[in-house]
């Protein structure tokens, strides 16, 4: 079904579509130039691993702006959404990046007036003494207006008991999300369980956080995969006999003792790469452009923190 606007514009609406032709009318009714700041987006999002349902959810996000648009170009009524986000997921499972990428993408469809990125911390919010930490945060917010701010770790806010002053940094963030609600974004993002917690330090803040985006662990599948591409960016490659013992190790993680997640596998490719050239310099046997390359099983090691021996 096509609609035309006031400006000659053309708006396909697509009812009742089909699964397995979900790809093929994704082309048909998504055009690069008229939905450039979702592909770039999305773009970002397919090179990173496990993030299916992070594209689903930029996705959605990027629709409720553009039909919310497409309304207001109809003379229909148009409500200004609340767009502040809740990041919940393990560390190194990409939540920074994907903010990044929201705040882009933002700036583009003409949300955010500059679409800038700041990330604060508590040490930038909480003061060390009463009424320090209303002014620091109220800066904080200031800087972030028309862009987006991004707390990692927030529920560090709720640390210290009663007397601390991390709730009045909270109920200062509450406060302007309802006085402000439309000038900048607040994306606060941490651990599942801190979380939780964290959301019950103020009444109002639930509420306040329609969107939520919970990033998952990544799988052994996963991991081995980001393996494979971390290595070849970094110009080596794997042996089979090492490949295998990844996909071992990784099926046989627990978190806590041990991160599914990308920073993780960065760490221990970063490792193997350190343990290749100690072991080319140790075994004195002549270098060329197969053994600067090569990583091998013997490569590999685990230490005792992560829990698992392979």
């Known amino acids: 079904m096509m609609i035309q606007t006031?400006?000659?514009?053309k708006i396909q609406i697509n009812l009742n579509s089909s699964p397995d032709k979900e790809m093929v009318k994704e082309k048909e009714l998504l055009s690069l130039d008229q939905h450039y700041p979702l592909f770039k987006a999305e773009k970002k999002i397919t090179g990173m691993i496990g993030m299916k349902h992070v594209k689903d959810f930029i996705r959605e996000m990027y629709a409720l702006v553009?039909?919310?648009e497409c309304r207001h170009k109809l003379e229909l009524e148009a409500t200004r959404q609340n767009y502040h986000m809740l990041f919940i997921g393990n560390p190194g499972t990409g939540k920074t990046t994907v903010a990044r990428i929201m705040a882009e993408m933002m700036k583009e469809m003409h949300v955010l007036e500059k679409g800038h990125f700041i990330e604060a911390e508590r040490a930038d919010l909480v003061g060390e003494y009463i009424g320090q930490t209303a002014q620091k945060t109220k800066d904080v917010i200031k800087k972030a207006e028309g862009g987006i701010l991004f707390i990692d770790e927030a529920y560090s806010l709720a640390r210290g008991g009663e007397k601390d002053f991390g709730r009045e940094a909270v109920d200062t963030l509450v406060k302007a999300m309802e006085d402000q609600q439309?000038?900048?974004?607040?994306?606060l993002a941490g651990y599942p369980e801190e979380?939780?917690?964290?959301l019950r330090l103020n009444p109002g803040l639930p509420s306040?956080?329609?969107n939520t985006l919970t990033f998952q662990d990544f799988s052994g599948s996963d991991m081995l995969e980001l393996s494979k591409n971390l290595i070849q960016e970094k110009d080596y490659q794997a042996t089979d006999a090492l490949l295998k013992q990844l996909y071992r190790h990784f099926q046989q993680l627990?978190?806590?003792k041990a991160s599914h997640n990308g920073r993780y596998v960065r760490n221990l490719v970063e490792r193997m790469i350190r343990r290749h050239a100690l072991r080319l310099l140790e075994e004195g046997r002549p270098i060329n452009k197969h053994t600067l390359m090569t990583l091998e099983a013997d490569d590999m090691t685990i230490t005792e923190d992560e829990g698992v021996q392979v």
């Open 195 to 198: 979380m939780k917690q964290f």
């Open 208 to 210: 306040r956080f329609p």
């Open 254 to 256: 627990r978190y806590p």
């Open 66 to 68: 553009y039909v919310n």
């Open 182 to 187: 439309h000038r900048f974004i607040l994306i």
């Open 6 to 9: 006031k400006r000659r514009e």
